[in-house]
């Protein structure tokens, strides 16, 4: 089946880099948006960034201008480059396809396992 696995993950200090990545194990599937989520130690899980098939993106607020999303639809792989790391940033980061066309058949909201992101000296 289809399954999302996620890469790149690690620790980083303050003001680093990371990116993060994630690909449909389906080399036929289709997916609609994809996304990724965080949640921190004692907060619900936020919406990180998400971009269509078509390439539109959107942000929270908390980074815009440091994270960018993008995608690869020949691969199925979706990619989180993080800059200007912080630590408010740290959190399990999660990836998510909202729809996942397969064999013809529909896959609603397929999350990765997450990885963790720890930014901190």
């Known amino acids: 089946q289809v399954q999302l696995v996620e890469s790149g993950g690690g620790l980083v200090q303050p003001g680093g880099s990371l990116r993060l990545s994630c690909a449909a194990s389906?080399?036929?599937?289709?997916?609609?948006?994809l996304g990724w989520y965080r949640q921190a130690p004692g907060k619900q899980r936020e919406m990180v960034a998400t971009?269509?098939?078509?390439?539109?993106?959107n942000y929270a607020d908390s980074v815009k201008g440091r994270f960018t999303i993008s995608r690869d639809n020949a691969r199925n792989t979706v990619y989180l480059q993080m800059n200007s790391l912080k630590a408010e940033d740290t959190a399990v980061y999660y990836c998510?396809?909202?729809?996942?066309?397969?064999?013809?058949?529909?896959?609603?909201?397929?999350w990765g396992q997450g990885t963790q992101v720890t930014v901190s000296s």
């Open positions: 998510n396809a909202d729809k996942i066309t397969y064999l013809g058949a529909a896959i609603y909201n397929r």
């Open positions: 971009i269509t098939s078509g390439g539109i993106t």
């Open positions: 389906g080399s036929r599937s289709s997916i609609n948006v």
